[in-house]
């Protein structure tokens, strides 16, 4: 059988009915544990206090807005060549998540710097990165709500997210570029991993997989969502016309 | 596709505003950024290089939705894709026909609004030639836009919402390259990463404008 | 129970806070338009009397 | 030139739902064919379709490379050029030569200087005509193309139509009033109209292109 089995919508119907439980189990297993153990089992940083406790969420969600889009982009691929609506569908699910997410590891960053650098916001190059990749996210979701026939939504953001992700792998270099002198130090910077302890850095892997997991369950929550709501359209169209 | 873009330049002229609009446009950001943060040369001076950048980058943005909308409107677009034209050469066309109308104009006029923002020295040079260099790609990139929306009743605002964000490294190291000339020092590696974008973008951006239009008409 | 989490404690609570809420929001939402589009398609199938999707 | 069309079997669709099925005609070198149909069976989209404006759902359209010379509703006539620049554009565009035998043909030269603008609607057909002149393509696909015309403009377009017959082209025209050419030929496409019933079911085959796939 071939991986492409589950591209075919009600394959993957079946499928992700009987996998979104255990996916879902695992995530608020793995989510729960990890963050409890991150927010009551760890110690302080010597350096950054109890703060450190934010790298629980900081840097999985950061690392989630990346996954994200390069998800999307596979997708996008995947429906650009062999043009299976799965694909599109799940890219369509994912942007909101990776949006949240883009938007938690920006409000956890900034909340992290007003202690550390002593303002709210730094225009420190990895914050702004996420500022942009926000915007990026803006742009596919409203493209895909703007337009109302499916496939050529599908197509069109795809196009927008292939050069996107050019445009962002350039942003984020210009943006490297552009703030050479502002760079923080390693030391103060979170996502140093260098600097992480073991102590901490156990139960920040546990925190990861939960983020990946969570990423999962809301992907196949909401291309299910996608694929009824198609279906829902076409048997409406089919009722207009008979 | 040379008559391609005689017809566009000649549309822009009849129509008027083709060059006008952007141009103006430019102007009164240049005059309210005074207001905004005071009358003082040397703030001015200092933040000359990025707001000429910003309004021209924005009066760039102004014109995009023009490109595609009126040939959609009046069934040419159909025609040209139908065309013995590859699309792709069209669009290209199209992305030249904004530049010289629109990106042109503001290279031409950017340092005598310079003389308003106080911008010093070597500052004027260097913006007339990062301008020049970076002005092609705000016009393929723009038109990557406007062909992404072209079918769309209420495309304007979300052309911004979508072109915006490409503009980041284009703004980035053509603002870098005038800063950087201001004060007098090495102006090469923003400049080089700027033409770099610009080649690129003219190289490879009118592919995924024409598979947009193309979908667009479907 | 509470860890003690020193000088810190609001930029802690309130960076876990904003990033449950932004969790939860998305969830619900998730799952909010997840039930009322299962919804609408279960009554369409019903009135086209085929609910063999 | 050789302005053969033969279409197998086509299927289309319009907004992801098929609209079209089966349909299967040929168009000789100079015939023409009329479509016909009540509004919105897709008339629009089949001639879109065969001019390669949006891919077909399956079957087959086979004729010569470049054969097509496509006009939609609109003219694509810019109105601030006169009607000389409209014409030596388009000629640029497909690499024909002189167009003062078109002008002459289609009754412009008096008009040569006015703006398209400025131009009746039946003058602005006309100029739209001449454009499908202009581009020597073999196969006329028109849409429409007596909307808003009077008696006289039409039986011009008749004329018209006939020479480019004469001189071995073929046309395909959509409409639903009469073109006042007698010995076209009439393809009615309300029998070909997709049914749901049999489009659906299985997700499998050519359903994977488009919803109902998910039907």
């Known amino acids: 059988m071939s991986i492409w089995e589950y591209a075919n919508p009600k394959k993957f119907m079946q499928t992700s009915a009987w996998a979104l439980p255990w996916v879902t189990g695992l995530a608020v297993v793995a ?212 | 596709m040379i008559a391609l873009l005689l017809r566009d330049l000649r549309l822009a002229i009849r129509a008027g505003g083709g060059f006008g609009l952007g141009l103006a446009f430019f102007l009164i950001v240049t005059v309210l950024v005074p207001f905004g943060v005071g009358p003082e040369g040397g703030t001015l001076a200092k933040i000359a290089p990025g707001i000429l950048w910003v309004g021209a980058l924005l009066a760039c943005l102004l014109s995009l939705d023009r490109i595609f909308a009126l040939d959609f409107e009046d069934g040419s677009l159909d025609l040209l894709a139908t065309a013995p034209i590859p699309l792709e050469a069209v669009v290209t066309m199209k992305a030249a026909a904004h530049w010289l109308t629109t990106g042109l104009p503001l290279v031409v006029a950017a340092p005598v609004f310079g003389v308003l923002l106080n911008l010093q020295g070597e500052g004027f040079f260097w913006l007339t030639v990062s301008l020049a260099l970076g002005t092609p790609a705000l016009s393929v990139i723009g038109t990557f836009g406007a062909a992404l929306t072209v079918g769309l009743k209420r495309g304007g605002l979300l052309l911004s919402l979508l072109v915006l964000p490409l503009y980041v490294p284009t703004l980035i190291f053509g603002a870098e390259t005038v800063r950087r000339g201001t004060e007098g020092m090495e102006t090469g590696a923003p400049l080089m990463l700027l033409a770099g974008i610009t080649a690129a973008s003219v190289a490879l951006l009118p592919f995924a404008s024409a598979a947009a239009i193309r979908v667009n008409l479907r | 129970m509470m860890p003690d989490l020193g000088k810190y404690a609001g930029t802690v609570l309130s960076a876990y806070g904003v990033t449950l809420a932004l969790l939860a929001a998305l969830v619900l939402l998730s799952l909010w338009r997840g039930a009322r589009v299962k919804r609408a398609l279960e009554a369409q199938e019903r009135r086209m009397g085929r609910g063999n999707g | 030139m050789n302005a053969h069309l033969t279409v197998t079997d086509l299927a289309i669709r319009r907004g992801g739902i098929p609209v079209l099925e089966g349909v299967s005609f040929t168009l000789q070198p100079g015939r023409a064919l009329v479509l016909r149909g009540p509004n919105g069976v897709g008339k629009t989209t089949l001639l879109r379709t065969l001019a390669g404006l949006q891919p077909p759902l399956a079957g087959t359209i086979s004729m010569p490379p470049d054969a097509i010379a496509y006009s939609g509703h609109a003219d694509g006539l810019k109105a601030t050029l006169s009607v000389t620049e409209n014409l030596s554009f388009w000629a640029a565009i497909y690499g024909t030569g002189g167009f003062a035998p078109v002008l002459e043909a289609m009754n412009l030269e008096a008009l040569q200087g006015r703006l398209a603008g400025s131009l009746s609607a039946g003058q602005k057909r006309r100029l739209g005509l001449a454009r499908l002149l202009v581009s020597g393509r073999p196969i006329w696909m028109l849409d429409e193309p007596t909307v808003s015309l009077d008696a006289a403009s039409v039986a011009l377009f008749a004329q018209a139509v006939r020479a480019h017959l004469a001189g071995g082209g073929a046309a395909l025209m959509a409409t639903h009033i009469d073109l006042g050419i007698a010995e076209a030929e009439v393809l009615d496409l309300a029998p070909f109209k997709a049914r749901p019933s049999t489009a659906g079911g299985n997700a499998g085959g050519r359903g994977r292109e488009f919803d109902e796939a998910f039907a």
Request: hydrophobic share 55%.
């Open chain 1, 31 to 242: 989510l729960v544990g990890g963050l409890i153990w991150g927010f009551f089992f760890t110690p302080d940083d010597y350096k950054q206090g109890s703060t450190v406790k934010i790298i629980y969420i900081h840097v999985p969600s950061a690392m989630m807005a990346i996954n994200a889009w390069v998800m999307m982009l596979v997708a996008s691929l995947i429906w650009i060549i062999r043009r299976h609506h799965v694909s599109a569908l799940a890219a369509k699910a994912a942007a909101p998540i990776g949006m949240t997410m883009t938007l938690i590891a920006l409000f956890t960053g900034a909340i992290w710097g007003q202690p550390m650098w002593g303002t709210w916001w730094a225009w420190d190059p990895r914050l702004t990165s996420f500022l942009i990749l926000f915007l990026f996210y803006l742009g596919y979701i409203a493209l895909w709500e703007a337009i109302d026939d499916p496939d050529t939504a599908a197509d069109l953001t795809s196009v927008l997210c292939l050069v996107g992700s050019v445009f962002a792998l350039l942003s984020r270099y210009a943006v490297n570029f552009w703030n050479q002198g502002l760079h923080q130090e390693a030391s103060l910077s979170m996502d140093a991993e260098e600097n992480v302890a073991d102590v901490f850095w156990y139960p920040l892997l546990v925190c990861i997989a939960g983020f990946v997991l969570l990423f999962v369950t809301l992907v196949l929550i909401r291309t299910r969502t996608e694929i009824r709501s198609r279906r829902l359209k076409a048997l409406e169209a089919r009722e207009r016309m008979a």
